[in-house]
């Protein structure tokens, strides 16, 4: 059986806040450990021209650890869940109605979601007029989903092998 491979690509998106949020946050608390700004307060004491022979080196420590900081705060600021879960139908539908649902009762909480979008991944779920349901009944469905599709999750390799048997 094949196993699915994360596809390689930047985890920072600055349209997104949480994300940046942790990135900022990472990077801060990495540099202030490795006691960046001291040592660049270190580096423009000593600056002149021209430059003394020990400048080159530290000023090239320097990018090295702040490059390797900037890529340490970057795949820590959001998580991917490509390829956690082998693909079945089964498995997948119970996602996709959780992940409506989940959408529904924020609608209705009054969030800002396309309702067309809303209808078209309802309607791919079998959900009928999902905007005319309360909050507490979009609740219950999304608890519904999320209690058979966490049954489901530890079996999804089992799913997925006789998935790919009945084709």
Same mark, same amino acid.
């Given at each position: &059986?094949?196993?699915?491979?994360?596809?390689? @690509?930047?985890?920072?998106?600055?349209?997104? +806040?949480?994300?940046?949020?942790?990135?900022?946050?990472?990077?801060?608390?990495? &540099?202030? @450990?490795?006691?960046?700004?001291?040592?660049?307060? @270190?580096? *423009?004491?000593?600056? $002149?021209?021209? +430059?003394?022979?020990?400048?080159?080196?530290?000023?090239?420590? #320097?990018?090295?650890?702040?490059?390797? #900081?900037?890529? $340490?705060?970057? /795949?820590?600021?959001?998580? !991917?869940?490509? %390829? *956690?879960?082998?693909? $079945? +139908?089964?498995?997948?539908? !119970?996602?996709?109605?959780?992940?409506? !649902?989940?959408?529904?009762?924020?609608?209705?909480? @009054?969030? $800002?979601?396309?309702?067309?979008?809303?209808?078209?991944?309802?309607?791919?779920? %079998?959900?009928?007029?999902? &905007?005319?349901?309360?909050?507490?009944?979009?609740?219950?469905?999304?608890?519904?989903?999320?209690?058979?599709?966490?049954?489901?999750?530890?079996?999804?390799? /089992?799913?997925?092998?006789?998935?790919?048997?009945?084709?």
């Amino acid at each position: &059986l094949l196993k699915i491979v994360r596809p390689s @690509g930047r985890k920072l998106q600055c349209d997104k +806040p949480d994300a940046l949020q942790k990135y900022h946050s990472s990077m801060i608390r990495q &540099l202030k @450990g490795h006691k960046i700004e001291k040592k660049i307060h @270190g580096l *423009t004491d000593i600056a $002149s021209y021209p +430059p003394p022979q020990a400048f080159p080196p530290l000023q090239n420590q #320097i990018d090295r650890v702040k490059k390797d #900081i900037m890529i $340490s705060a970057e /795949s820590k600021c959001r998580k !991917w869940l490509m %390829g *956690t879960i082998d693909y $079945s +139908p089964e498995v997948f539908q !119970w996602k996709y109605k959780r992940d409506c !649902w989940k959408l529904i009762k924020k609608k209705l909480q @009054g969030y $800002s979601i396309c309702s067309r979008y809303l209808r078209r991944m309802a309607e791919h779920c %079998g959900i009928v007029k999902p &905007l005319n349901s309360t909050v507490s009944e979009a609740e219950n469905a999304y608890n519904i989903c999320n209690q058979n599709f966490t049954t489901m999750k530890p079996k999804a390799a /089992s799913y997925r092998r006789k998935h790919l048997r009945d084709r």
